[in-house]
């Protein structure tokens, strides 16, 4: 599972727990302005989630780590389908985050409500 904040103009996602090691990453931090959505997602888990570069892999079961799809870097850490949150990036080591948080829906309204213009 990974908590979602907003620090200094950043999306900051900490991985927590056991998910460190299945992951093999404990955060990241990404500009505000290359943040380009969140969604609430729990039925992305059921496609492909892309090949594994570094991280964890049991399926269903656990997601955790660093995937390739269409070219594209995809960081996942999915347990449990009912927390999984969509973030996609521009101009970023990854093009999408793929996470389980603990709520969902908050997690979403915060990273949108962060990214809108004051």
Do not use: C
């Not at 931090?29 to 943040?35: A, D, F, H, M």
């Not at 996942?76 to 793929?98: C, H, K, S």
């Amino acid at each position: 599972m990974a908590r979602v904040s907003i620090t200094d103009g950043n999306l900051v996602v900490e991985v927590e727990g056991s998910h460190r090691l299945w992951a093999l990453k404990s955060r990241i931090e990404i500009p505000l302005g290359n943040v380009r959505g969140a969604t609430f997602d729990p039925g992305i888990v059921h496609g492909f989630k892309g090949f594994k570069l570094l991280g964890t892999q049991v399926p269903g079961v656990i997601t955790a780590g660093t995937f390739r799809s269409d070219g594209d870097r995809i960081f996942w850490d999915v347990r449990n389908p009912a927390g999984a949150i969509v973030i996609e990036l521009a101009d970023e080591t990854y093009t999408r985050l793929i996470i389980e948080v603990a709520d969902p829906r908050a997690a979403v309204d915060l990273i949108e409500q962060a990214r809108r213009p004051v």
